[in-house]
């Protein structure tokens, strides 16, 4: 017999009463979010709400990556590719007539007739579904088309995820990082061409669901809901014993190879239901909208945010789309003077930060020597803007001042703290009213198939029946 901990999960509660309190605050708090984005709908601006859109696309993409990154442990750099798959095949089958019939007449255009005429239109007139085809059901060949995107790059996810049976490290991680360059490149060649128009790609794609807030926040939220029901299932805990030592979760009988696989094909899949939304949020497909570019922007927010926490990732997807929506008067033209002061301010704010982030935490000591050295860089910065030397005379543009904003943020996070803002904690009731478990959940000893303990799987049982059971070969299957 394989001993295996049981770690108790944060998302659930022993007390029924607990259970029903955690479901009503839960409804609550859903309630008043749709209430929040109704209000932001009726008075923000065209901007915001397309804001709005784009942090729920990304987020979807972030909890996805997530999920490797983070939970599996495993150092991924080709989710771009798996968006890219999931865009064009969305974008391929939601094509409209109108978009169709422009590309057949363009003379650049290496699509044939035969490409474009597939589509979830004809597919469902083929089946006899007519009634499925009109302006009305938009959204029914919208789903379908999402689910197909998801599935092609599921499938993609599938065959990246063999080499990650026999690679790890930093080697995977330049495996996983070819993988979406070769993607990308290969869209543009004469064997793909034909689906992919080249690197003209094509436009026409409706933007009625990729801008709407409320299938970008109702995507998220069945995103979050699978992600974190997955990441506290017997699945899941497998997932995190093979981050934290893959030999001792293969020794106690975790299916390694069975769950790095189930790992990249169900992130592949939100990926590609991701790059449907964001082909749709900028109302068409080309290769340069799935830049390697993409995949950094998601490796910032999962790094600030905190590796492996679904709640700190979307803190750290909604800073990284804030930098990127309304991140312009970063990269106005100001005097070397007022650029000065203003990195000055930001890395005193930042050690500020770190300050009030230790005495939250009760940490000592509260002021440490990476500390001080922020907290005199700033002073130092802001000082000189204020004597105004001679070389700060002139003025300059900080063009691509947000990507080097969020690279100098990613590089300080690193420094200072590498799980990120939150770590690996997650947002719960119970933590928020600071209750505390000293026993594993209900559901937690059903779905531990390899709980063989009779006493231990009693509900009624205490925390003195032990913390260890038996392991099957799947990891908890």
Known sequence: MRIVPLVPSALDDVDPRRRVRNLVLTLVALAVGVLVLVALQAVGSTKLTQALSLF???????????????????????????????????????????????????????????????????????????ALTTPETLWVRFVIALFCGGLVAAFAGLIVGFPSLRLRGDYLAIVTFGFGEIIRLSASTRLFAPLTNGALGFPGIDSEFGKSVWWTFGVLAITVFVISKLKYSSYGRAMQGIREDEVAAEAMGVN????????????????????????????????????????????????????????????GT?????????????????????????????????????????????????????????LGIGAVALAVAAV?????????????????????????????????????????????????RSEPTDDERRQDAWLSNPELNDPGAGPSDGPAAGADDEGGR
């Open 56 to 130: 729920a696309i990304w987020g979807v993409a972030t909890v996805s990556l997530n999920l490797v990154n983070g939970t599996l442990g495993i150092l991924s750099l080709g989710h771009h590719g798996f968006m890219l798959i999931g865009g064009y095949t969305t974008g391929l089958l939601m094509l409209s007539e109108d978009a169709r019939g422009r590309i057949l007449s363009s003379a650049r255009s290496t699509m044939t007739d035969e490409t474009l005429a597939i589509s979830v239109t004809n597919a469902l007139r083929a089946v006899g579904l007519d």
């Open 256 to 315: 390694v190879a069975y769950h790095k696989i189930l790992g990249f094909v169900i992130s592949a899949f939100f990926a590609g239901v991701a790059g449907g939304l964001w082909i749709s949020w900028l109302g068409g497909v080309r290769l340069d909208f799935f830049l390697f570019q993409l995949t950094f922007f998601f490796l910032v927010a999962i790094s600030v945010g905190g590796t492996g926490s679904i709640t700190g990732v979307l803190l």
């Open 318 to 374: 909604l800073l990284v789309v804030f930098v990127r929506q309304y991140g312009d008067p970063l990269e106005e033209t100001y005097t070397l003077q007022t650029w000065t002061f203003a990195a000055g301010a930001l890395v005193a704010a930042a050690g500020a930060a770190l300050v009030g982030f230790r005495a939250l935490r009760r940490l000592r000591p509260r002021i440490t020597p990476p500390t001080l050295v922020l």
């Open 388 to 436: 105004n030397p001679g070389f700060l005379e002139g003025s300059f543009r900080g063009f691509g001042m947000r990507a080097i904003f969020l690279s100098v943020l990613l590089i300080v996070i690193m420094i200072f703290r590498p799980d990120g803002m939150l770590g690996r904690a997650e947002f719960s009731w119970a933590g928020l009213l600071r209750e505390r």
